[in-house]
């Protein structure tokens, strides 16, 4: 499949960024321990990043599933027997800027694209007895959606003048990451 100019502008920006983070989440997947630890990380990212979109634009769009992951999510922190963890959802690391469409379609870019890689995770969890609707539900619901072109298909249609908010978000998407999920990194 080909890519749009923008999309290869927005890939090269973020090269970086997702090959620092990518070298490190598989790690995660190696034990069962590892994976609730990166459970509840990620959901608390997740949760924090739904309130701070409060519903509104591309992020909140049900066919995208993104604002499903949460809840998602602290199903599988329940199904696997771990408690989902209270926490404050106005503090903690950084998160990406929400407050725009084009802000939101750059974190859109990196969650949806992420959808890839959970095809590649959900198998790995699965050597560990994990499935969807036993522990690996947000895997699963990830790995079998279709987000990813239709993401990039509303990128493409964004207005001129879109890209440089979008490079920024895309980037401070994988940082927040990077930070809830505790990764000390350079980049």
Not at 50 to 69: K, N, S, T, Y
Not at 88 to 115: E, F, H, I, K, M
Not at 130 to 153: E, N, S
């Amino acid at each position: 499949m080909p890519i749009s100019a923008r999309h290869a502008r927005l890939r090269e920006a973020t090269r970086d960024a997702h090959a620092v983070l990518d070298g490190h989440v598989g790690g995660w997947f190696e034990s069962r321990d590892g994976y609730l630890a990166y459970l509840t990380r990620m959901h608390r990212f997740h949760a924090r990043l739904d309130a701070a979109v409060a519903g509104i634009g591309p992020l909140a769009r049900p066919d995208f599933g993104i604002a499903a992951r949460a809840d998602r999510l602290a199903a599988d922190l329940a199904a696997l027997g771990a408690p989902v963890p209270a926490f404050d959802r106005a503090s903690g690391p950084a998160l990406p800027p929400v407050g725009d469409a084009a802000a939101q379609l750059g974190v859109l870019y990196v969650l949806a694209g992420s959808t890839l890689g959970a095809r590649v995770l959900a198998r790995t969890v699965a050597a560990l007895g994990l499935a969807d609707g036993a522990g690996a539900t947000c895997l699963a619901a990830m790995a079998r959606g279709d987000a990813w072109p239709r993401a990039l298909a509303e990128i493409d249609a964004a207005p001129d003048g879109s890209e440089a908010p979008m490079i920024r978000a895309a980037r401070a998407t994988f940082r927040s990451v990077r930070d809830h999920l505790g990764l000390e990194l350079d980049s």
